[in-house]
């Protein structure tokens, strides 16, 4: 399980290090894979986790980079793209930011170590999340940021034993899915419109 919640991390502190849209992108269903995981190995078998864990797999692991990736095929992208400023601060209040939220999370779960790592995992991702959002005008970064910042959310509800009702479940896989599509429609539009981009300046395809 340690693992997993490792791998989590890197989803969402590697693409910091690169200045690569794609990294950007694949660490948002990486992100899902790895929810999708630890339901898994967290919860009970039933049919009710069996359809989370799926909604995981496909929608945010597979669907999620599809949509995204379709939707910025023909837009120019800067060749400086990051998700922080390149900057010795940026990256100290960052790691800053991890390691605050796993002293949070072990505080909050003194007695259970892989709750913990859970909670001080899902927290990183939302404070991470933050920092990005807070910092970046880019769309896409937003974009990428106001996902991790969900599936941060999502990782602190897998924190409960039970899977959600069904009724729930279906109401907040469909706001997710109206979300995605939503950012996907104005993606293009917004990135183009934001930068300006022309056919003189150096742009990654």
């Not at 992208?77 to 390691?99: C, E, H, N, Y």
Request: proline residues 4%; aromatic residues 10%; glycine residues 6%.
């Amino acid at each position: 399980m340690t693992n997993i919640y490792i791998a989590f991390v890197a989803a969402f502190l590697l693409p910091l290090l690169f200045h690569s849209w794609r990294v950007a992108v694949i660490s948002l269903g990486v992100q899902g894979v790895l929810m999708g995981l630890i339901l898994i190995y967290t919860h009970e078998r039933s049919a009710s986790m069996a359809l989370e864990a799926l909604n995981l797999f496909v929608v945010r692991g597979l669907v999620v980079p599809w949509v995204l990736f379709r939707a910025m095929k023909n837009v120019p992208m800067p060749s400086d793209f990051t998700l922080i400023r390149k900057s010795v601060l940026q990256w100290l209040i960052a790691f800053t930011l991890v390691g605050l939220a796993f002293a949070f999370g072990w505080k909050m779960s003194l007695k259970n170590p892989i709750e913990a790592i859970q909670l001080g995992t899902a927290t990183a991702a939302i404070l991470l999340s933050m920092h990005v959002l807070a910092n970046q005008s880019h769309p896409l970064a937003q974009v990428v940021g106001l996902l991790t910042f969900e599936g941060g959310i999502t990782l602190i509800e897998l924190l409960s034993p039970h899977a959600m009702p069904l009724s729930a479940f279906v109401g907040v896989s469909l706001v997710f899915v109206i979300l995605v599509l939503t950012c996907a429609h104005y993606l293009p539009l917004l990135a183009i419109s934001a930068h300006g981009v022309n056919a003189e300046d150096e742009v990654f395809l």
